[in-house]
């Protein structure tokens, strides 16, 4: 059994943090077992080698932080199971996708919502009809967005964008989470 160790969940998401989500998105995906435990913060900086959340502990004993590295670790360890079948050019493009979501600040939200929504367009999962591991971080991304109770300018503009909010009910649908 995997323990992912977050923060607590909240506001319809399985964490606080969007990179707890994220990890957790990506083991509801793929089915690997796991259990979320709430990080105790004041042992933060000696639990996890990066002082920062999510890490993991494998069954064996493995920490591992950072949710990019996580998800790497998984694919490594348990098999490929989301993204194997993608060429270099479309796991380039995935990556690069990562990069961008894991940056949204106030100046490039809009953009970068607008962005998500035009390349969503109506496809079924974010790059088409496949799930990818992709998913878990846009799915983290724009629901993080779209439920967070606290007023800023974000919230709402995500819930102009009927796809996303679709995306969003469909893989809640599909995976419960
Ligand atoms: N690159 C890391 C970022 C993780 C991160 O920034 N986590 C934040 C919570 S959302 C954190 O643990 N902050 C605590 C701190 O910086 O002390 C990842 O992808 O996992």
Redesign the pocket.
Same mark, same amino acid.
């Given at each position: 059994m995997i323990t992912i160790y @977050?923060?607590v969940p909240a506001f319809g998401v399985p964490d606080? =943090? !969007?990179?707890?989500t994220?990890?957790i998105n990506y083991m509801t995906f793929t089915g690997l077992e796991f259990q979320h435990k709430s990080?105790d %913060?004041a042992t %933060? &900086?000696q639990d996890?080698p990066? @002082?920062? %959340? !999510?890490?993991i502990i494998d069954s064996d004993g493995t920490k591992v !932080? &950072? =949710?990019?590295?996580?998800i790497a670790y998984f694919k490594n360890k348990y098999g490929d199971k989301l993204d194997a079948d993608l060429s270099k050019a479309e796991a380039a493009n995935n990556l690069a996708w990562n990069r961008r979501t =894991?940056q949204v600040v106030q100046d490039f939200f809009r953009a970068d919502i607008d962005a998500l929504s035009d390349y969503l367009g109506d496809k079924r999962y974010f790059t088409g009809d496949q799930l990818r591991s992709l998913d878990a971080s846009v799915y983290s991304t724009v629901k993080h967005i779209a439920l967070q109770p606290h007023p800023w300018p974000g919230t709402g503009y995500v819930q102009t964008k009927p796809n996303l909010m679709a995306y969003i009910e469909r893989l809640h649908a599909e995976f419960g989470i």
């Open positions: @977050g923060y606080i =943090s !969007p990179y707890v994220k990890v990080q %913060l %933060l &900086d996890s990066t @002082g920062k %959340l !999510p890490y !932080p &950072d =949710s990019n590295t996580i =894991s």
